[in-house]
C-alpha cells in the first residue's frame, strides 16, 4: 500500500536558519510528489511539485525540494527560514487516478 | 475565480444529526475530492469524484455520502453523525488527469457531541 512517512512531528529553527523536512514515501510506480503547507486555520497551499524530470524542483516562498529515488526521499529545503514560514507542513504522493496520500505532516516553529 | 468554497466554516452537531457540507469550484475542474484532518494522522481521502454523476470511496468513506450533479458541486452528507466524525474536513479539486494541483478550500470544522 501505499504510503508517506514524515519522520519529524515538530522541529523547531531559529530565524535565519536553514531548514530540511524530511519525507519518505512508499509507492510502487514513479510518483507524483508535492509539499503544502497549512497555516493555522487555514486551508493547504502547494509548495512545490516533482512529476519527472530534475530532481531538484524550486517551489514559492524560496522553497526546494530533491526527489532521490534510491532513498524513496522528497525532502524539503530552506536556506534561511523566516518567522512567517511557521506552520505545518504536509508532503503527498500522487496514486493512481489523482488522489493524494499524505503524510502526517511537520509542524515548524521558528524561533526569533 | 472563488477557487473552492466551503460552507459552513464551523458547525456543531449533536450525535445521530444528518448534515451537508458544501463544497463548489468555479475553475470547471473534473476531480473533485473530501479529506478529513486529524491532529499526527495528515489529510484521508474519503470520497472523490472524476466527474459529474461518477464518485467513488476513498481510505475512510464509512458513514458518508457524496454526490456529484453538475461539475461545480460536490457535497459531502454525514447520514448519522458520531463523535468519531469529528474532524477538520476540507475539499479539493483539480483536472483529473494524475499529477496536476490540487487545490483546496478553507476547510470546515465539524465538532460531534
Known amino acids: 500500500a501505499q504510503s508517506v512517512t514524515q519522520p519529524d512531528i515538530h522541529i523547531t529553527v531559529s530565524e535565519g536558519a536553514s531548514l530540511e523536512l524530511r519525507c519518505n514515501y512508499s509507492y510502487g510506480a514513479t510518483p507524483y510528489l508535492f509539499w503544502y503547507v497549512q497555516s493555522p486555520g487555514q486551508g493547504l497551499q502547494l509548495l512545490l511539485k516533482y512529476f519527472s524530470g530534475d530532481t531538484l524542483v524550486q517551489g514559492i516562498k524560496g522553497f526546494e525540494a530533491e526527489f532521490k529515488r534510491s532513498q524513496s526521499s522528497f525532502n524539503l529545503r530552506k536556506p534561511s527560514v523566516h518567522w512567517s514560514d511557521a506552520a505545518e507542513y504536509f508532503c503527498a504522493v500522487g496514486v493512481e487516478g489523482n488522489k493524494l496520500v499524505f503524510g502526517a505532516g511537520t509542524i515548524l516553529r521558528v524561533k526569533s | 475565480n472563488a477557487g473552492v468554497t466551503q460552507t459552513p466554516k464551523f458547525q456543531v452537531l449533536k450525535t445521530g444529526q444528518s448534515m451537508t457540507l458544501q463544497c463548489a469550484q468555479d475553475?470547471?475542474?473534473?476531480?473533485m475530492s473530501w479529506y478529513r484532518q486529524d491532529p499526527g494522522m495528515g489529510l484521508r481521502l474519503i470520497h472523490y469524484?472524476?466527474?459529474?454523476?461518477?464518485?467513488d470511496q476513498g481510505e475512510v468513506p464509512n458513514g458518508y455520502n457524496v454526490s456529484r450533479s453538475t461539475t461545480e458541486d460536490f457535497p459531502l452528507r454525514l447520514l448519522s453523525a458520531a463523535p468519531s466524525q469529528t474532524s477538520v474536513y476540507f475539499c479539493?479539486?483539480?483536472?483529473?488527469?494524475?499529477?496536476?494541483?490540487?487545490?483546496f478550500g478553507p476547510g470546515t470544522r465539524l465538532t460531534v457531541t
Open positions: 475553475m470547471n475542474h473534473e476531480y
Open positions: 469524484s472524476v466527474g459529474a454523476g461518477i464518485t
Open positions: 479539493a479539486s483539480s483536472y483529473s488527469r494524475g499529477g496536476h494541483e490540487q487545490y
